[in-house]
């Protein structure tokens, strides 16, 4: 079982590639450190990916369970990720730590590098520190840690070397711990309730519940890489007016129009996209819920899928879930502090005051403004990154098989983000503005993150 650690040999094998990487040109050095990481990862830790997947899936199914908003999840996500694969680096001798890239995380634990560790135990440990800290239902990671833990015990490797890496993975993950006790989270839960502002065009609690505004002081968050919440603010809505004759009034028809005469299609991918963590139903004096996933969440399923079907091992899957989901947790700032300052009507409340007052949109609408989309936000951060990590090529998305939709396949990961934006016009919940607005911004977070993360030295 020797080959399933780091060992004095891959340090080796590490500085040679080093004296390569400087004498070789530029694209021949980088080509030899992507077969060098590739060897490393093929040697010991090509069966790692199945954790790393398993936990992300973990989150979601949390997520789902208990109906956290798209924000919040994000911010377990990226948390996770960031502290698994802190505790895995070590065991890459071509990975780059995350600490001065990432606001605020500095002084991340080391290794001793002379002893032997398995990075599969080290990074199911980080995992299990953070979700043991951030998830409701602790119950269902300890079960996870305590399944993976047996099993890589089954195949063998020694008890100190497992003691070992799990301490070390232990103190990765409390070290992440007293980081994100840092980012403003706290703060937010201490505040007083939002007072919604009220006039002309301004969101206002839509129907069937009325919901409070979700998370209207996530612009108070520390971003991970931005440097500013407003670093890159989306192109502004059109100025609110009800004149028939004005932009808002238009875009706000083609809202109207759109719902009425749905295509097949069309309806298809408004509820295939839809990903609300909480829908309501109401029959008479029924009234019940039902829970899926949230947008990011269906973008970290589409990066486990993507990443299953390249064949990526630990490493590699380690570094698009956390560079998707950096990506994600920062376009939701950049996207929620453009929400609470414009605070845009939702076109369920202009339709019903200025068109009809009986339409109603194809799904629900989410309890917070409208400008601009956050699902066209996050999918083309998460598509940005995707196509800088893997490039681009057709693949086949599942993830809404378990509530009965069938797979739909993309040429690439910006179709999927657009039509996933497209969805929200073809709902009924977002102007074609807001969609654009949006993807704009995703882009341009994504852009960001992939040149200012570096994940390989």
């Known amino acids: 079982m020797r080959n399933?650690?780091?060992?004095?040999?891959?340090?080796?094998?590490?500085?040679?590639?080093?004296?390569?990487?400087?004498m070789a040109p530029p694209a021949r050095a980088q080509k030899h450190i992507q077969d060098m990481n590739d060897r490393v990862d093929s040697i010991y830790m090509?069966?790692?990916?199945?954790?790393?997947?398993?936990?992300?899936?973990?989150?979601?199914d949390v997520m789902i369970d208990d109906g956290w908003s798209p924000p919040i999840a994000t911010r377990y996500y990226a948390y996770a990720n960031v502290a698994a694969f802190q505790a895995a680096m070590p065991g890459f001798p071509m990975c780059r730590s995350l600490e001065g890239q990432l606001a605020?995380?500095?002084d991340v634990p080391k290794p001793d590098l002379k002893q032997t560790y398995d990075w599969r135990v080290s990074a199911i440990a980080a995992y299990q520190k953070i979700t043991k800290k951030l998830l409701a239902r602790s119950y269902r990671s300890d079960s996870l840690y305590t399944l993976h833990m047996q099993q890589i015990a089954a195949t063998g490797v020694p008890a100190d070397v497992i003691d070992r890496s799990r301490t070390y993975g232990e103190a990765v993950g409390d070290h992440i711990i007293k980081w994100l006790m840092t980012d403003g989270y706290v703060n937010i839960t201490a505040r007083s309730r939002y007072v919604i502002p009220k006039g002309a065009g301004m969101w206002e609690p839509t129907e069937p519940d009325f919901k409070e505004p979700a998370d209207p002081f996530w612009n108070t968050m520390r971003p991970m890489t931005l440097t500013a919440a407003g670093q890159f603010p989306p192109d502004p809505p059109a100025r609110f007016s009800a004149d028939p004759k004005s932009e808002f009034y238009k875009n706000a028809s083609e809202v109207y129009q759109t719902g009425r005469n749905l295509s097949d299609e069309q309806r298809n991918i408004a509820l295939y996209w839809n990903d609300n963590p909480i829908t309501t139903r109401h029959y008479g004096h029924l009234m019940y819920t039902v829970r899926w996933m949230t947008p990011p969440g269906h973008w970290i399923n589409i990066t486990r899928e993507v990443s299953e079907k390249k064949g990526l091992g630990m490493i590699e899957s380690l570094e698009a879930?956390?560079?998707?989901?950096?990506?994600?947790?920062?376009?939701?700032i950049s996207c929620w502090t453009e929400k609470y300052r414009s605070n845009v009507i939702r076109p369920i409340s202009y339709i019903h005051r200025y068109i009809d007052s009986t339409w109603?949109?194809?799904?629900?609408?989410?309890?917070?403004?409208?400008?601009?989309?956050?699902?066209?936000?996050?999918?083309?951060?998460?598509?940005?990154?995707?196509?800088?990590?893997?490039?681009?090529f057709s693949f086949t998305d599942s993830t809404a098989l378990p509530i009965g939709f069938q797979p739909r396949t993309f040429k690439n990961f910006m179709e999927a983000a657009r039509e996933a934006g497209m969805s929200r016009l073809y709902g009924g919940i977002h102007y074609r503005t807001g969609n654009l607005a949006g993807s704009k911004n995703g882009v341009q977070v994504g852009e960001w993150v992939f040149q200012k993360v570096h994940t390989r030295i």
Not at 4 to 22: E, I
Request: hydrophobic share 45%.
């Open 4 to 22: 399933l650690f780091y060992t004095p040999l891959l340090r080796m094998l590490a500085l040679c590639s080093a004296v390569v990487m400087l």
């Open 104 to 106: 605020g995380l500095k």
């Open 360 to 392: 109603q949109p194809l799904i629900q609408t989410p309890p917070f403004p409208e400008h601009s989309s956050g699902h066209s936000t996050i999918s083309a951060a998460a598509a940005t990154i995707l196509t800088h990590l893997l490039g681009e």
């Open 46 to 60: 090509q069966s790692g990916a199945r954790y790393i997947h398993e936990w992300n899936r973990l989150i979601t």
């Open 321 to 332: 879930y956390t560079l998707v989901s950096i990506a994600v947790y920062d376009g939701f």
